[in-house]
């Protein structure tokens, strides 16, 4: 017996409406396209993007401007020594050039098993895992990056540190090796940054970039501009059920 087009079409939006309501983490694009067009692969700043480690910086620090002072020299020492140097010498070596209190650096270390989730970290990640590989890459030793991977509760594909890497982001070298470990192309990826230094390296090798600037950083003078800048990670899963893997969409280095 055939059936009546209207009757194919009541069903057939009726299945979509009851798709969407089971799961209200799935969009409408989704709904249309089951297999939406996420890229292979999402690779995340660990310590800006996904945890809160400038909290406790700032609590070691004593303040929030001694933190971000602590901080920054940090950043310096880390984006100008080239090849890898142990992470936590460039700790105490910015602590010391900043006038930090002599026991800072221990109290960071003893700290870091607690860093902060940012609201809305996990919840991404496990709305990505049955679509996407996921990584870590981090400026920090293999230790610490193990440690602070495992706050995100999560099976990652791969966790790269700058020890193993051998260089410091924005190095390109650590992006790279990522891609490698995944075998995934970097058209085929997204990068999620907590810093807009990230964005020189990932214009680089070419990764479309997400900025998750919850603490309201200035773009780095001469940096590349991240196809999205957010306070947020509200809406890094639009953002990427919209992906597509194309060779052609470049950041705009302006």
Not at 112 to 118: D, G, I
Not at 225 to 249: I, N
Request: charged share 20%.
């Amino acid at each position: 017996r055939s059936v009546s087009p209207v009757f194919k079409t009541c069903c057939t939006s009726y299945l979509n409406l009851r798709y969407f309501y089971t799961d209200p983490m799935k969009s409408y694009s989704q709904i249309q396209n089951p297999q939406s067009s996420y890229p292979k692969a999402v690779l995340f700043d660990l310590l800006t993007a996904l945890l809160d480690s400038w909290t406790v910086w700032n609590s070691a620090a004593g303040s929030e401007a001694a933190g971000r002072a602590w901080r920054a020299e940090y950043l310096r020492l880390t984006y100008g020594c080239g090849a890898y140097q142990p992470y936590e010498k460039l700790v105490r070596d910015a602590a010391r050039v900043t006038g930090m209190r002599a026991d800072a650096s221990d109290r960071l270390g003893a700290a870091w098993a607690t860093l902060p989730v940012w609201s809305g970290a996990i919840e991404l990640l496990q709305a990505l895992a049955p679509h996407c590989k996921l990584a870590v890459v981090t400026n920090c030793s293999r230790v610490l990056g193990m440690q602070a991977a495992e706050r995100l509760g999560i099976e990652w594909d791969v966790v790269m540190t700058s020890e193993e890497a051998g260089f410091y982001k924005p190095d390109e070298r650590p992006y790279l090796m990522t891609l490698q470990q995944l075998g995934v192309q970097a058209s085929d990826a997204a990068f999620v940054s907590g810093s807009g230094y990230d964005v020189f390296g990932t214009a680089k090798v070419g990764l479309r970039t997400y900025w998750h600037n919850r603490v309201g950083l200035t773009r780095p003078e001469g940096a590349p501009v991240a196809e999205v800048e957010s306070p947020t990670l509200e809406g890094v899963l639009p953002w990427l059920q919209t992906f597509r893997s194309r060779s052609d969409v470049k950041i705009d280095s302006n």
